[in-house]
């Protein structure tokens, strides 16, 4: 039975096999031949592991760059990365995690057929994460395993239903298309970057409009143009580190010759990650439509962020770059007022402020990406802080959760249960859901209503 469960969480917790299973699935209820299913099914299983390879590189390119930036600066706190927090607690809360994490499927393509709200989240790694927040959250409000599994994984479920949907006007305004949603951790951080660009912004002016002199119009080639951005702010970053520190990272390559590798190999990371994206997007949307027809009529398949990079390079760069500048403002106002500092996270300031740089983008133009971005960044910095009061003894370490969403269902959990114990977690459950049905109930109303005026 323990080798059934731990195959059943290994494939939840693998987002490649998962959004593979889920193509075969969608083709298989078009009752396409059994070639087509099996050249769908692992197209899209590549493809994801295409996009989490770059990702991969991205990630170890500017990890060197995060500790030279804070030996430079000379600045000690709170690094906020989902990962490290999530493997210093999985020793001890790993089963309750996995089991939240199967719960909160289940009750997602539950909540999805029954509701207004049909999408299916499909990014098991950052789903992860969450449910080992709650895990932690529940376990340090007094739960036992059992009732920590049920409303760790209900609670999971319900905003895995709800937070996709809140972006999705702007996800539309990206892609053109209603076809797809964006499932991330990150998703009230580019709900508030889409609605400050939305009225600071201005749409006619998009970043991918920028004006290139003829000399120099190789810079509109994505990878060049990625190369060199990044190489700037990578010499900058190493000549204030210093060669001796650098020399920790290089392997006795020359500082600057090692900050331009870097560089280009953050490029090359984009590169590989964006041809995923275009793998999944070719295969997993015509599959899903199966599961929309089928299961879930209407369903939109929540997908990764970097869905999103294609239809605005330009504005995946402005995007981090602005989200980390929010990100060192906090950190300096952190400084001033004598709280717990806490580092800009490079990794997450690049992945989600890339992703609000876009949706600022399509929503504001480029002042839109800009603030959007910055606020955004400036966000994100302060969720750390508002998560150590309620994690325990776990919340105390170097390492915090990122994402604007850990802050978003943590502070509603964990205040809940710090306030009001056991009996609060439950009631904030309860009221969730109650809130949740009552806006779908209206939101079907109101589309009934909308379709018998237009006949």
């Not at 987002?15 to 009752?31: C, D, F, R, T």
């Not at 999805?112 to 340090?140: E, Q, T």
């Not at 599961?291 to 999103?308: E, H, M, R, T």
């Not at 960044?377 to 604007?404: E, K, N, Q, R, Y």
Request: net charge neutral; hydrophobic share 55%; aromatic share 10%.
């Amino acid at each position: 039975m323990n080798g059934f469960l731990n195959f059943l969480v290994s494939i939840a917790r693998t987002p490649s096999i998962l959004v593979g299973l889920v193509a075969i699935l969608g083709l298989a209820l078009q009752k396409k031949e059994g070639t087509d299913i099996a050249e769908g099914g692992i197209k899209t299983f590549v493809g994801f592991l295409v996009l989490t390879g770059g990702a991969g590189v991205i990630t170890d390119a500017l990890d060197p760059f995060g500790k030279m930036f804070m030996h430079a600066f000379h600045v000690q706190g709170v690094v906020p990365n989902n990962e490290a927090f999530t493997a210093t607690a999985l020793g001890k809360y790993g089963s309750a995690t996995a089991l939240i994490l199967l719960v909160a499927l289940i009750v997602n393509v539950i909540l999805a057929r029954m509701s207004h709200f049909k999408y299916i989240y499909l990014s098991g790694h950052v789903m992860i994460n969450m449910s080992c927040m709650l895990a932690v959250l529940l376990a340090v409000a007094g739960f036992t395993e059992v009732p920590s599994i049920v409303i760790g994984g209900v609670f999971l479920g319900l905003f895995d239903t709800i937070m996709p949907a809140l972006i999705q006007p702007f996800v539309r305004k990206v892609t053109h298309t209603d076809e797809i949603a964006i499932a991330h951790t990150g998703d009230f951080g580019y709900l508030i970057s889409g609605l400050v660009a939305k009225v600071v912004g201005d749409p006619s002016k998009t970043t991918e409009d920028l004006h290139v002199p003829k000399k120099v119009s190789f810079l509109r080639d994505n990878t060049i143009a990625v190369t060199l951005t990044m190489a700037v702010a990578y010499i900058i970053v190493a000549i204030a580190a210093g060669p001796t520190y650098v020399d920790k990272f290089s392997g006795g390559i020359n500082y600057i010759i090692y900050a331009f590798i870097e560089s280009g190999s953050f490029a090359a990371g984009v590169y590989i990650m964006l041809a995923g994206v275009r793998m999944i997007l070719n295969e997993l949307i015509p599959a899903f439509k199966g599961i929309s027809a089928k299961l879930v009529p209407g369903a939109k398949a929540g997908l990764d962020i970097p869905i999103l990079f294609p239809f605005a390079p330009n504005a995946v760069i402005v995007g981090f770059f602005c989200s980390f500048i929010g990100g060192l403002v906090a950190t300096a106002l952190m400084v001033v007022f004598h709280t717990t500092i806490v580092i800009p996270g490079v990794v997450a300031h690049f992945m989600c402020g890339a992703t609000a740089g876009v949706i600022g983008n399509a929503v504001g133009g480029r002042r839109g990406a800009v603030i959007g971005a910055f606020v955004h960044g400036f966000m994100i910095s302060w969720v750390p802080i508002m998560l150590i009061p309620v994690l325990g003894h776990l919340g105390l370490g170097t390492a915090s959760f990122a994402d604007s969403d850990f802050g978003v269902v943590g502070s509603v959990v964990g205040y809940s249960g710090m306030y009001a114990g056991r009996m609060g977690i439950i009631g904030a459950l309860v009221a969730c859901l109650v809130i949740f049905f009552i806006i779908s109930i209206v939101l079907d109303h109101r589309d009934k209503v909308n379709a018998n005026a237009n006949k």
